[in-house]
């Protein structure tokens, strides 16, 4: 029922689920979502704490996000989630996660 931000990620190597490096922004919203449909639910690990700058670091998404690219990964997110991914009506370039039964 709530969103788990994806700033870092654990995966395991056992996992049968593919990462899609292709992705280049939002790749946290399609795993997420291949998650839910593989497993039923997704968890959040609180006994971590990781201590970094995200937003404005060298490096990494915030040397290359575009408005244009975020909008293509909407549209691909759309296509491969239709009923869970939406615009967000209230901030460009965003969007709304909410899992319906698939």
């Given at each position: 029922?709530?969103?788990?931000?994806?700033?870092?990620?654990?995966?395991?190597?056992?996992?049968?689920?593919?990462f899609?490096?292709?992705?280049?922004?939002?790749?946290?919203?399609?795993?997420?979502?291949?998650?839910?449909?593989?497993?039923?639910?997704?968890?959040?690990l609180?006994?971590?704490?990781?201590?970094?700058?995200?937003?404005?670091?060298?490096?990494?998404?915030?040397?290359?996000?575009?408005?244009?690219?975020?909008?293509?990964?909407?549209?691909?997110?759309?296509?491969?989630?239709?009923?869970?991914?939406?615009?967000?009506?209230?901030?460009?370039?965003e969007?709304?996660?909410?899992?319906?039964?698939?």
């Amino acid at each position: 029922k709530h969103f788990i931000v994806g700033d870092t990620m654990l995966i395991r190597r056992v996992t049968p689920l593919p990462f899609d490096e292709g992705l280049r922004v939002k790749e946290d919203y399609d795993y997420t979502a291949q998650h839910i449909l593989h497993h039923g639910r997704v968890v959040r690990l609180g006994s971590l704490l990781a201590s970094f700058r995200h937003g404005t670091n060298p490096g990494g998404a915030v040397a290359y996000r575009t408005s244009e690219l975020e909008d293509e990964t909407i549209a691909t997110l759309m296509t491969r989630w239709p009923n869970a991914i939406k615009p967000n009506p209230k901030r460009p370039h965003e969007v709304l996660f909410k899992w319906l039964d698939h």
